[in-house]
């Protein structure tokens, strides 16, 4: 392998390391990570299909993850009183999940203290390098998941 592929190689590992390394927890407040990604999809899915709330399939659906591991930490965030589930009158094989006024409160607040960061950081990068950072590194992310499922099927 050529010097300046391996260059690049081990220059995106370290840049993985440095991403991975991000401490976010003081503008999460008490939510982890996934619950600022559920509280994420179910305040934006909620507000813009004008529904009530989200059936869990379609959760694991949009975060890519397993109903399972959607309901396990759904347990987690209802002791919390971040969110409410209730069973479907409809069909009562689903059971949808709602935001408690809690909920929807400490995701306002956190959303409102990472998109300060967010701002923060496209000043310092600059809007257009932000625009085609995104553009690229969703780009990769394709390239890895398209990779990574090629090699695990091996």
Request: net charge neutral; charged share 35%; glycine share 4%.
């Given at each position: 392998?050529?010097?300046k ?6 220059e ?5 390391r ?10 999460l ?5 996934e619950?600022f990604y559920?509280?994420d999809?179910?305040s934006k899915?909620?507000q813009e299909k004008?529904i ?13 993850i397993?109903?399972?591991a959607v309901s396990?930490m759904?347990?987690?965030?209802e002791r919390?009183?971040?969110i409410?589930r209730?069973?479907?009158?409809h069909?009562?094989r ?10 929807q409160k400490?995701?306002?607040k956190t959303?409102s203290?990472?998109n300060?960061?967010?701002d923060?950081?496209?000043k ?12 690229l590194?969703?780009?990769v992310?394709?390239a890895?998941l ?6 695990l099927?091996?």
């Amino acid at each position: 392998m050529e010097t300046k592929e391996k260059n690049i190689e081990h220059e995106l590992l370290v840049l993985f390391r440095k991403m991975i390394r991000i401490d976010l927890s003081a503008y999460l407040q008490e939510l982890s990570r996934e619950e600022f990604y559920m509280l994420d999809l179910l305040s934006k899915q909620i507000q813009e299909k004008e529904i009530e709330g989200m059936k869990v399939s379609s959760i694991a659906e949009a975060l890519d993850i397993s109903s399972p591991a959607v309901s396990r930490m759904l347990g987690g965030m209802e002791r919390k009183g971040y969110i409410l589930r209730k069973v479907n009158p409809h069909n009562r094989r689903n059971t949808i999940v709602k935001i408690t006024k809690n909920g929807q409160k400490i995701y306002d607040k956190t959303e409102s203290q990472m998109n300060r960061l967010l701002d923060h950081v496209t000043k310092r990068v600059g809007q257009e390098d932000m625009e085609e950072l995104l553009r690229l590194w969703n780009r990769v992310a394709e390239a890895f998941l398209e990779e990574t499922k090629f090699e695990l099927k091996i």
